[in-house]
């Protein structure tokens, strides 16, 4: 296949619709979509053809020149450079009949144009200089994107805010190499050109911006997969009821036999243009069943990678049963990281008096295992407040051990609960502008170039030689570039663009 092959694929989504869109693309564009194309009966010339101007006309067999038209469509010329592509270009609006679109594709085919693979419009778009490779990687995420955080994400890196970053970056870090690069061939001499007090403050604040970058994918990736929320319990607590209620599908098994539920279930849902990523997790109890053990082995490692933790508790039994379960789930999270949502289910079939007791109690049962969580994970807490180790203030402990109850079998109470998982998500005010990390490649690539800037940082402690920092630069400046496709393998391209749709 090569690049100068002129290319052709239906550019809108697969099925019957009311209009498709094909496109073509390449050097012999416009010569090859003319073969086929009538306005008025009559064929038109390239001369003629005004850039940016729709056609409207028929597409026929011209052989023999006696067969019907095959439709009626519309057709708009994008010159070179000025396309998604970089080179010349066709769009044939037809109608969405799929045997028009495939009898419009072999016409084009037999007259000398190739079948598009998955994503080469945008990678030819890439190669010729109309996007970098992160903003051709949000092509396929607007298109994937499926909620207001996703877009909104997806639009910025396409707009550049991503690559942006990463070119101040870049810039300042080949300066500095440049510089190092230069005292090597003076190196009899002892010459330095890189003034060390402005290197290290450059990559301190280089190691800075790398920082806040990576630290900004939990978020990023939440929004983009769905922000894991566990539903964690002992066994027939109604987890699988309030997933089916959130959903508002019959998607777990429920029933009355504990463990019923043996794996973990996973469902996004969208709560005011937020996706989450619910997971119903296997009920927490003592068995011997092995299939029972490794979903419960399944539900301690959710728990752990979830955001939101929604702690549910069995009103219908005795208090000390309640807060020994409470406490179970308490000490499974990490209170200084991730959100813990209590809620004591059944609530139309619980009696006063264990109502009571938990409204008086249950903040007193359950505090000193707060207290111990924190200490475990490096806080430390007063009577009023928990602090980490650094002195900010993370939790009012009166928050942190408020519960409320619930039927899962009540509308109302389902909404106010999605309603408390919106304010319990730690979702960043952002804006189009505002960077989030949401793609795992561009992580890795940061957190190796962090590495790298670490290495030039503790070799300039240990004062080591300007090659050796030199090379360390050199890896960071790679590993950035990889991300936005100046530094890149032919295998990772086609890694990249084989995960587009054709015709994109």
Request: aromatic share 8%; glycine share 6%.
């Amino acid at each position: 296949m090569s690049k100068y092959d002129t290319i052709c694929a239906v550019a809108t989504a697969s099925g019957n619709g009311a209009i498709a869109v094909i496109r073509i693309s390449g050097t012999d564009s416009f010569s090859t979509a003319l073969l086929i194309f009538r306005k008025n009966g009559k064929k038109l010339e390239i001369n003629n053809i005004e850039p940016y101007k729709a056609y409207y006309g028929q597409i026929i067999d011209t052989v023999p020149d006696d067969k019907p038209m095959i439709d009626d469509v519309v057709m708009t010329f994008f010159k070179s450079p000025h396309s998604y592509t970089g080179e010349d270009c066709v769009e044939i609006s037809c109608h969405g009949s799929q045997f028009v679109q495939q009898k419009i594709l072999e016409l084009l085919c037999v007259r000398g144009c190739r079948l598009a693979t998955p994503g080469e419009f945008s990678k030819r778009a890439f190669i010729n200089g109309k996007l970098d490779l992160a903003q051709a990687e949000a092509v396929a995420d607007l298109i994937a994107s499926q909620n207001e955080a996703e877009h909104r994400i997806a639009i910025n890196q396409l707009k550049g805010g991503f690559s942006n970053e990463l070119r101040d970056i870049r810039a300042q870090l080949v300066e500095l190499t440049s510089l190092l690069e230069l005292e090597l061939d003076f190196s009899e001499e002892d010459v330095e050109f890189a003034d060390r007090t402005k290197l290290y403050e450059i990559l301190e604040a280089s190691l800075k911006h790398i920082g806040k970058l990576t630290d900004s994918f939990r978020m990023g990736n939440a929004i983009k997969n769905g922000i894991p929320v566990a539903i964690v319990g002992e066994t027939n607590t109604g987890k699988s009821t309030l997933l089916n209620a959130i959903l508002g599908e019959d998607r777990a098994i429920v029933s009355d036999i504990a463990g019923t539920t043996r794996d973990t279930i996973e469902e996004t849902f969208n709560i005011d243009g937020v996706m989450y990523r619910f997971i119903d997790t296997a009920g927490i109890r003592e068995t011997s069943e092995t299939i029972e053990k490794i979903g419960i082995e399944r539900t301690f490692k959710k728990i752990s990678e979830a955001d939101i933790v929604i702690g549910m508790l069995d009103g219908t039994k005795k208090v000390k049963e309640i807060v020994a379960a409470a406490k179970d789930i308490i000490n499974r999270v990490n209170v200084l990281k991730q959100k813990l949502i209590m809620v004591i289910n059944k609530q139309d079939l619980m009696d006063a008096a264990t109502m009571f007791t938990l409204n008086d109690d249950f903040e007193y049962y359950v505090k000193s295992t707060f207290e111990n969580n924190i200490e475990k994970n490096g806080g430390y807490m007063t009577d009023e407040y928990c602090y980490s180790i650094t002195g900010m203030d993370l939790h009012n402990i009166r928050s942190l051990t408020t519960f409320s109850y619930m039927s899962a079998k009540n509308p109302e109470d389902v909404d106010s609960l999605k309603q408390k998982i919106k304010r319990n998500t730690n979702a960043p005010k952002f804006d189009e502008n505002t960077v989030l990390v949401s793609n795992i490649r561009h992580f890795e690539a940061l957190t190796h170039a962090r590495e790298s800037l670490e290495q030039v940082k503790n070799g300039m402690d240990n004062k080591l030689s300007a090659d050796l920092l030199a090379q360390d630069l050199r890896q960071a400046l790679y590993y950035i570039g990889n991300i936005t496709g100046e530094v890149t393998t032919g295998e990772v391209l086609n890694t990249i663009f084989s995960r587009f749709c054709i015709g994109k």
